[in-house]
């Protein structure tokens, strides 16, 4: 075996220029273009050096530190392959070859794990697709931001200049603090700001009123749901009464439960309240009194001319019939005004029974035909099914002929204005609007109710006839009579006249 100084050893071995004849044209080709490549090889390692030093992000570093290596090793061995020409150190350039092989081998096994792994990295364009969903993403993030610091500063705005008294509590151990307030919180406790923060309703109201708010806190949060209501605390200007609103506010992570609420004196607004309700009292107290007054003026000066006349009939001994008929048909009248009153105040007298509601809408329906006979006014019914309800036939009627009394005189109030217009007042019984119930309608063709009159048509007393010519009783005994059978009477305009109407319930379908 050879030993490694015969290995380099050259005195047997002829230049490489030898094999080229030592022709200049060949030498030359060979020289210049392994010196071409030597440089270039080595300018390589130069740019992925600067690469490496420069570009900490690399992926891959030791990958481009091998492949430099590599083609360091390639670029000697064709400048050896240029001194060869002249000096027959085979052995050196053999070694260097070997030296390149092995480096080769080495870099082409570590690149083909790599492979998958490089194919994997994002391209350039998918870096900048990435790049630009990136930055829109960071935009529009920052446009959210923007939009949550405006939206925080305009309900920190509303908080701060809202004329309620607002609050927001927080749930501790030993209890429940106010953890901010607005300013019309201070001023509706004539407390500073730093005063209130920290402490709980104790600090602020008596002990009764600070425990009975404990308590709503204490239900909003275990319902969960928002919360009003409103209480009386005595004062010492008198009673004050307060409007709360309670709702609980979402829950982050770490932090303590916490109610947002307000807070508003009503007091002026009850008290408001209250003087509308009693003038409103009193409104309908004068206008019944003025009305029965009214009503039963004329009866009286009538039974007080023929008393007179009959006390002057028994003084000269003749008999006084005439008197005596007409003071006891104005005592009816009296008598008959006092009853519609008493009707008025009562929802359902006596025992109910069932009985056809077709059959007593027919005889109200004759009724008010016969006495109207001369008023030229056409009443027709639609009843095609016995309809059996609960109640008085009785009351019932008399509900009815209030109902068609009220449709007779708007028509004939609208025939004194327009002598060519329609007569027509039209019953109708059908099934509806529900299941197991009766609708009861009273058409006409009056005009219509005033819509001055609209809302309080069914109140007593109030009624679109000239004075003298009604009460305003028959529309609110109407209404009472069927409220105590189980319906409530409405009304609207339709056509030419209005249309009053209730929705009964039927006997079998009635609880008992």
């Not at 209501?229 to 005595?234: H, N, P, Q």
């Not at 200007?237 to 807070?263: C, F, I, K, N, Y």
């Amino acid at each position: 075996m050879p030993n490694l100084a015969a290995f380099f050893d050259t005195d047997s071995l002829a230049p490489h220029g030898v094999c080229l004849l030592w022709r200049p044209e060949l030498l030359w080709l060979h020289i210049v273009s392994d010196t071409l490549i030597g440089l270039a090889y080595w300018s390589i390692p130069v740019v992925l050096l600067v690469i490496a030093l420069r570009r900490r992000d690399l992926v891959f570093p030791w990958a481009f530190e091998l492949f430099a290596l590599f083609i360091l090793a390639c670029g000697a061995t064709h400048f050896l392959s240029i001194w060869t020409l002249w000096y027959p150190d085979y052995g050196l350039q053999g070694a260097m070859k070997a030296v390149t092989a092995a480096v080769s081998v080495a870099t082409a096994i570590a690149l083909w794990p790599l492979l998958p792994r490089v194919l994997a990295l994002p391209s350039a364009r998918e870096l900048a697709d990435a790049n630009a969903a990136l930055s829109r993403e960071i935009a529009e993030r920052r446009e959210a931001e923007s939009r949550a610091r405006q939206s925080e500063a305009r309900l920190g705005g509303f908080f701060e200049h809202m004329s309620d008294a607002l609050f927001v509590v927080r749930m501790e151990r030993g209890g429940f603090v106010f953890e901010t307030v607005n300013p019309s919180f201070c001023r509706l406790f004539d407390r500073a700001r730093e005063a209130v923060e920290g402490s709980g309703p104790a600090a602020l109201l008596e002990a009764a009123p600070a425990a009975e708010l404990d308590q709503a806190f204490q239900a909003c949060l275990a319902s969960g749901t928002p919360r009003d209501w409103e209480s009386a605390v005595a004062g010492p200007e008198g009673m004050r009464h307060w409007h709360t609103v309670l709702a609980p506010l979402p829950v982050l992570d770490g932090q303590p439960r916490r109610l947002l609420g307000s807070l508003r004196d009503v007091t002026e607004l009850r008290r408001l309240q209250a003087d509308l309700v009693e003038a409103a009292r009193r409104a309908t107290i004068g206008a019944m009194c003025a009305g029965v007054a009214h009503e039963m003026s004329q009866p009286v000066n009538i039974i007080s001319l023929w008393a007179d006349r009959a006390r002057t009939a028994l003084e000269s001994a003749t008999l006084p019939r005439r008197a005596i008929e007409v003071i006891l048909g104005q005592t009816r009248r009296l008598g008959t005004l006092l009853e519609r009153m008493r009707e008025l105040a009562r929802d359902a007298p006596g025992a109910a029974e069932t009985f056809d509601a077709a059959d007593a809408a027919a005889a109200a329906v004759e009724v008010a035909r016969r006495s109207w006979a001369l008023d030229r006014i056409e009443i027709t019914i639609d009843a095609p099914e016995p309809a059996p309800v609960l109640g008085r036939p009785s009351q019932f009627e008399q509900a009815l002929l209030h109902l068609l009394e009220n449709a007779r005189d708007a028509v004939l109030r609208r025939r004194r204005q327009e002598p060519d217009a329609a007569a027509q007042i039209h019953v109708t019984l059908r099934s509806g609007p529900q299941q197991g119930q009766l609708t009861l309608a009273v058409q006409d063709t009056g005009g219509g109710v005033p819509a001055a009159l609209g809302p309080r048509i069914l109140e007593p007393f109030v009624t679109s006839k000239d004075p003298g010519e009604g009460t305003g009783l028959g529309l609110p005994i109407a209404a009472g009579i069927l409220r105590g059978m189980g319906g409530r009477l409405g009304w609207l305009n339709r056509g030419a006249g209005a249309v009053f109407q209730v929705a009964l319930p039927l006997a079998q379908d009635r609880p008992a």
